[in-house]
Nanobody, 119 residues
Framework: QVQLVESGGGLVQAGGSLRLSCVAS??????????FGWYRQAPGKQREMVAI???????NYADSAKGRFTISRDNAKNTVYLQMNSLKHEDTAVYYC???????????WGKGTLVTVSS
């Protein structure tokens, strides 16, 4: 079992920046054997992928995030980050951390952190 705890959300003006963090923990758990992702869900919309980082540090981004957001991981701290710059009102959403185990395919979700961008 893996627990994911997100933090760093809040209220920011359009054009501003935020850095989200996701700390992973668990009794039997290998952080560097997992892929991680950030997803978001805006009111009335489906959850969507924002960025993914694999255990080899390769990344993928949604078109809406390219050039503005950067996903990274610190294997020593069991933490994944999402640096968000040039925020727009349409980035307002609850942001969720996701982890997928490479050993058994199990997936895990955090409870989310709210990002509100005022226009």
């Amino acid at each position: 079992q893996v627990q994911l705890v997100e933090s760093g959300g809040g209220l920011v003006q359009a054009g501003g920046s935020l850095r989200l963090s996701c700390v992973a923990s668990g009794s039997i758990f290998r952080f560097n054997a997992m892929n991680f992702g950030w997803y978001r869900q805006a009111p009335g919309k489906q959850r969507e992928m924002v960025a993914i980082i694999r255990n080899g540090d390769s990344t993928n981004y949604a078109d809406s995030a390219k050039g503005r957001f950067t996903i990274s991981r610190d294997n020593a701290k069991n933490t994944v980050y999402l640096q968000m710059n040039s925020l727009k009102h349409e980035d307002t959403a609850v942001y969720y951390c996701n982890a997928n185990s490479l050993s058994d395919g199990a997936g895990y979700w955090g409870k989310g952190t709210l990002v509100t961008v005022s226009s």
